[in-house]
């Protein structure tokens, strides 16, 4: 058969964190390569401290918006145990993105669950390609924690094959004018930190 | 021109194509953004948050008989309050298209049950359109206004969670406009289902039935996809989208206008495949038909009715129908140890001060549907049951009547207080209750993203309008001890509650404050722990505020999430909570 199997991407965070931007960059990068695209994302309590999951998919035609486990190219995660639990969707072979970044579910904080604290073993321990970089450090050089997703969204650019430029024209379409150089910035921070993440 | 629209912003897209002019609704995951963006059509399609469903599937048929083409937008269990309307609009017909675009949440992400909305199609005997992505959602509505108009019926068009929540590209078309003029033409055996003409109206619906299941054998919405024949699948909705990725070899059946069932398609689509599966999600609703038809199927049998389907789901109904091992597991990051994020109050929340101030109180407390269903989790553990819209009031009724030993309290939110608590509290004042009812008052409808309502004074449309009052409406319910209360003051709002516990008659408690989310301001300046005068004592956790962290040797509060509420101030034993920065 010759069906080309559509590319999925998973990102996952919590809420507040631009979890839901950049998978409409993605979207549109792979729109403006010529892809048919579906997304999908879980809405409803985001914004009252839950996980959050979003998801693209392209290719030349696509069905499910949802990823099969198993089978997608990238997972990016804003969170470290958010990576962890949504590793299900990943190929094996698939690329990890994660940021350092800890947000403490309201069952830890209030001491009542404990945040694992070999996590950064864990995470090296699951995932065979991981890229585990301090996008919050990194978007904070760049000018604003804010584009901590941006950053994300620049490393996990290293794992799909959409060319550099429509990843820029993606970014500018779906930011506000006045933020999109930082957001370019915050782009080709992440998208370096990655090519000299994953050659160390 | 395509855009990439999620099936909510698809469906408000086709009712203006369609040439629409009113559009009417209540809030509810995942149907929300269907009102919203049809607002952005104003002064093309009058659009307006009804009270509640009932209310809009009436306002809208109204404007239907006077010729309007219009769609109702609703939740799943939006479509039990509308239901009574719609049984009898089914026999009334319409003279103008009416849509009611109803969004079912199979999996249950964000809903007190998975009831399947296909059930009203055939209970109410109106046809059922099914849209499998973004275009099918914009384009299904236009033609379910064409079947309304042409049919004299309502149509129900259902999504769900994925279909409403994923975004797909969209060709764009032009507005169509209104075919006829809105006027109203007086015609009483038509609309009157008084008994003499009711059942004429009876008779109708069965013979329009008839040729609607006609109208659905020649739909371009129901399709066969003739591939390799070993195995025929007939689905609909987003099942579709997860078959075609599973079984890409199966041919397929599609329907998309799947009510009343278009038999000749379906037997013809038997006779040409060797084995027959069905793929539905929720209840076996199809798959109990076609056997009825006579046709041995797969179905239940291999594929989940509990939950939602997802590829991954499928592939393991794959396996199953093969005989085959299911498929190989993916990558495990989460051993079962990992820490469960459950949604919680946001910090700042007005909820919380009420809920610590009930912690204090041994009483039932019936709650109802909200962020603050939130009140259920520990720490704050301070909801006991949870029914529907509106039970929040009546229920505290029946357990003070059955004759429990606590007093009851009930809570509701404003937002749900207009939708269906009123009547609640015109019962415990007239058949002489004391349950203390509690309306968390934070100016909005905020779970489902902060929609108007009766009390916010602005309409959808963006005018401002009458705000009005719940505690003006409790004292015209007959209740005389009626008290409103700033949550964030403990003190107060642990005594006025007290009072309204202990009373021996209705009692409303308003508790005023705007949600914490939607306010641009903190609501006071940020609280910070003295590390010397903590005792770790743990008392603020029992707030359950996401901007406390126990720290191993006492309590932090991050100056980040901290919105100044200063309820941990409050209940610090050792006043060791201040305000950042303060001598």
């Known amino acids: 058969m010759s069906r080309v199997a559509p590319v999925s991407v998973v990102l996952a965070g919590v809420g507040g964190q631009g979890i839901v931007l950049a998978?409409?960059?993605?979207?549109?990068?792979?729109?403006?390569?010529?892809?048919?695209?579906?997304?999908?994302?879980?809405?409803?309590?985001?914004?009252?401290?839950?996980?959050?999951?979003?998801?693209?998919?392209?290719?030349?035609?696509?069905?499910?918006?949802?990823?099969?486990?198993?089978?997608?190219?990238?997972?990016?995660?804003?969170?470290?145990?958010?990576?962890?639990?949504?590793?299900?969707?990943?190929?094996?072979?698939?690329?990890?993105?994660?940021?350092?970044?800890?947000?403490?579910?309201?069952?830890?904080?209030?001491?009542?669950?404990?945040?694992?604290?070999?996590?950064?073993?864990?995470?090296?321990?699951?995932?065979?390609?991981?890229?585990?970089?301090?996008?919050?450090?990194?978007?904070?050089?760049?000018?604003?924690?804010?584009?901590?997703?941006?950053?994300?969204?620049?490393?996990?650019?290293?794992?799909?094959?959409?060319?550099?430029?429509?990843?820029?024209?993606?970014?500018?379409?779906?930011?506000?004018?006045?933020?999109?150089?930082?957001?370019?910035?915050?782009?080709?921070?992440?998208?370096?930190?990655?090519?000299?993440?994953?050659?160390? | 021109m395509s855009e990439l629209l999620s099936g909510n912003q698809a469906v408000a897209r086709g009712a203006y194509e369609a040439g629409a002019t009113v559009a009417t609704g209540y809030p509810g995951t995942p149907s929300t953004e269907i009102l919203e963006e049809a607002a952005r059509f104003k002064p093309e399609i009058y659009c307006e948050w009804s009270p509640n469903e009932k209310v809009a599937l009436e306002v809208a048929a109204g404007a239907a008989l006077a010729g309007a083409r219009c769609i109702v937008t609703m939740k799943h269990v939006g479509l039990n309050v509308a239901s009574d309307p719609l049984?009898?609009?089914?026999?009334?017909?319409?003279?103008?298209?009416?849509?009611?675009?109803?969004?079912?949440?199979?999996?249950?992400?964000?809903?007190?049950?998975?009831?399947?909305?296909?059930?009203?199609?055939?209970?109410?005997?109106?046809?059922?359109?099914?849209?499998?992505?973004?275009?099918?959602?914009?384009?299904?509505?236009?033609?379910?206004?064409?079947?309304?108009?042409?049919?004299?019926?309502?149509?129900?068009?259902?999504?769900?969670?994925?279909?409403?929540?994923?975004?797909?590209?969209?060709?764009?078309?032009?507005?169509?406009?209104?075919?006829?003029?809105?006027?109203?033409?007086?015609?009483?055996?038509?609309?009157?289902?008084?008994?003499?003409?009711?059942?004429?109206?009876?008779?109708?619906?069965?013979?329009?039935?008839?040729?609607?299941?006609?109208?659905?054998?020649?739909?371009?919405?129901?399709?066969?996809?003739?591939?390799?024949?070993?195995?025929?699948i007939i689905t609909a909705s987003i099942a579709y989208q997860y078959v075609r990725e599973v079984w890409p070899e199966a041919s397929v059946l599609k329907l998309g206008f799947s009510y009343p069932f278009p038999d000749g398609l379906i037997r013809q689509f038997a006779a040409g495949a060797r084995r027959l599966l069905i793929v539905e999600e929720l209840d076996a609703i199809l798959e109990e038909h076609v056997r009825s038809l006579g046709l041995a199927c797969h179905g239940r049998d291999v594929v989940p009715g509990v939950g939602e389907l997802s590829p991954t789901v499928l592939l393991a109904a794959r396996a199953r129908l093969e005989g085959k091992p299911a498929p190989r597991t993916a990558l495990r990051g989460d051993p079962g140890d990992l820490p469960v994020r459950p949604p919680v109050l946001c910090p700042g929340c007005p909820h919380r001060g009420i809920f610590y101030a009930l912690g204090r109180q041994d009483v039932i407390v019936t709650g109802d549907i909200g962020c603050y269903s939130l009140g259920v989790f520990k720490p704050l553990d301070r909801v006991d049951t949870i029914l529907c819209m509106g039970a929040g009031v009546s229920m505290a009724q029946g357990f003070e009547k059955a004759g429990v030993r606590q007093k009851v309290v009930g809570i509701i939110g404003d937002s749900t207080f207009f939708h269906s608590g009123i009547t609640g509290l015109l019962d415990i004042v007239y058949n002489k209750g004391t349950a203390a009812i509690i309306v968390m008052d934070n100016r909005t409808t905020a779970m489902t993203g902060h929609q108007d309502h009766p009390g916010t004074g602005r309409t959808l449309m963006g005018e401002p309008t009458a705000a009005l009052s719940i505690a003006e409406i409790g004292r015209a319910c007959g209740v005389r001890r009626v008290h409103e209360v700033n949550p964030y003051d403990l003190e107060t709002t642990q005594r006025v509650l007290a009072e309204a516990i202990q009373a021996n008659e209705p009692a409303l408690v308003v508790s005023v404050a705007p949600c914490a989310l939607a306010r641009r301001t903190p609501v006071g300046p940020a609280r910070e722990v003295s590390a010397e005068a903590c005792v770790d004592c743990g008392q603020c956790l029992g707030l359950g505020c996401p901007a406390l962290e126990a720290a191993g040797d006492g309590v932090r509060i991050s100056e980040l999430l901290c919105r100044g509420c200063g309820l941990c101030e409050q209940v610090c034993p050792v006043g060791a909570i201040a305000a950042r920065g303060a001598p």
């Open chain 2, 87 to 232: 049984m009898t609009l089914s026999y009334l017909g319409v003279e103008g298209g009416l849509v009611v675009c109803v969004a079912d949440d199979p999996g249950m992400h964000s809903s007190q049950n998975e009831q399947d909305t296909r059930h009203y199609a055939r209970l109410a005997k109106v046809p059922l359109f099914e849209p499998a992505d973004s275009q099918e959602a914009k384009d299904f509505v236009g033609a379910a206004l064409d079947v309304s108009e042409s049919f004299r019926t309502p149509v129900i068009l259902r999504s769900t969670t994925r279909v409403s929540h994923s975004r797909s590209l969209v060709a764009l078309g032009e507005r169509r406009a209104l075919p006829r003029a809105v006027a109203f033409q007086k015609n009483p055996a038509r609309y009157v289902p008084i008994p003499l003409w009711g059942r004429v109206m009876r008779t109708e619906v069965e013979e329009r039935l008839g040729r609607l299941a006609e109208a659905a054998e020649r739909s371009p919405a129901n399709r066969i996809e003739w591939r390799d024949r070993e195995l025929g």
């Open chain 1, 23 to 200: 998978s409409t960059i993605v979207a549109r990068a792979a729109i403006l390569a010529g892809f048919q695209v579906k997304t999908n994302e879980v809405h409803g309590m985001a914004q009252r401290g839950g996980s959050v999951i979003a998801q693209v998919r392209y290719g030349p035609e696509v069905h499910s918006p949802l990823v099969s486990e198993g089978t997608a190219c990238v997972l990016a995660s804003l969170e470290q145990i958010e990576a962890l639990r949504n590793a299900n969707y990943l190929a094996p072979e698939g690329l990890a993105v994660v940021s350092r970044q800890r947000a403490l579910p309201a069952t830890v904080s209030a001491g009542r669950a404990v945040y694992p604290a070999d996590v950064e073993a864990r995470l090296r321990r699951t995932f065979n390609r991981l890229i585990y970089l301090d996008a919050e450090g990194m978007a904070v050089r760049c000018g604003s924690v804010r584009v901590a997703n941006v950053v994300v969204l620049g490393a996990l650019s290293t794992g799909l094959d959409l060319p550099a430029d429509t990843w820029h024209a993606a970014v500018s379409s779906c930011v506000p004018e006045k933020y999109r150089e930082l957001n370019i910035r915050a782009f080709q921070a992440g998208r370096e930190g990655a090519t000299s993440a994953a050659s160390s």
